[in-house]
């Protein structure tokens, strides 16, 4: 950053300092002069560099957003079948309901079997009850099983399922949904693990 050239008397009146000090003073301010001058170009460097860096941060924080989106979005659903199951506690005995819907497990492999139960109160022999298994994420329905109750008296309903044999390699989160005779109950969630792509290998 170029500087005017200094009115050497004028300063030297203005500061009462003898003229002969004056060349020093000079020196010294040129000297601080560069050194801001090379200060602002660092920090237009600096500035330069944190724009280039913003298409490469928007990403990961949509991608954080997202994740955090899902996380409160699967809590939700928790909640939800909390409440569903403490109202179940104050039904009276044969009245009818539908509660308590759980997989047998929580964590699987793929092609794994695992056991849909729910429990059918005031249910008769005949009735049928479908669970509708879903995959989260894309809430896409995988298979709707019928169940014919056979036994009134039995209280739980069951069903097989098989863990899809295919997930992506991060896994893939699966519940279902029991219903009948107008009724319906939700499960906790299934996850499926995904096994690492070995192609190649």
Not at 161 to 187: C, D, H, I, K, N
């Amino acid at each position: 950053m170029a500087q005017p050239p200094l009115d050497t008397d004028a300063l030297a009146a203005s500061l009462e300092m003898p003229v002969d000090l004056l060349p020093d003073v000079q020196v010294r301010l040129d000297h601080l002069t560069r050194k801001l001058d090379l200060f602002e170009r660092r920090l237009s460097r600096r500035e330069t560099g944190l724009q280039g860096l913003k298409p490469q941060v928007l990403p990961v924080s949509a991608a954080a957003e997202q994740a955090a989106a899902e996380h409160d979005r699967l809590s939700d659903i928790g909640l939800r079948i909390e409440r569903l199951e403490r109202r179940g506690f104050g039904r009276k005995q044969g009245e009818l309901s539908l509660d308590f819907a759980r997989f047998s497990t929580t964590d699987v492999l793929p092609g794994v079997s695992v056991v849909l139960s729910v429990q059918a109160e005031g249910f008769e022999e005949g009735d049928v009850i479908t669970f509708e298994v879903t995959e989260i994420v894309m809430g896409l329905s995988l298979e709707a099983i019928r169940v014919t109750v056979l036994d009134r008296a039995a209280g739980a309903v069951t069903a097989p399922f098989l863990a899809p044999p295919a997930v992506p390699e991060a896994g893939a989160v699966y519940r279902f949904t029991a219903s009948g005779r107008g009724l319906t109950a939700s499960s906790p969630v299934l996850t499926v693990r995904g096994a690492p792509d070995r192609k190649g290998t």
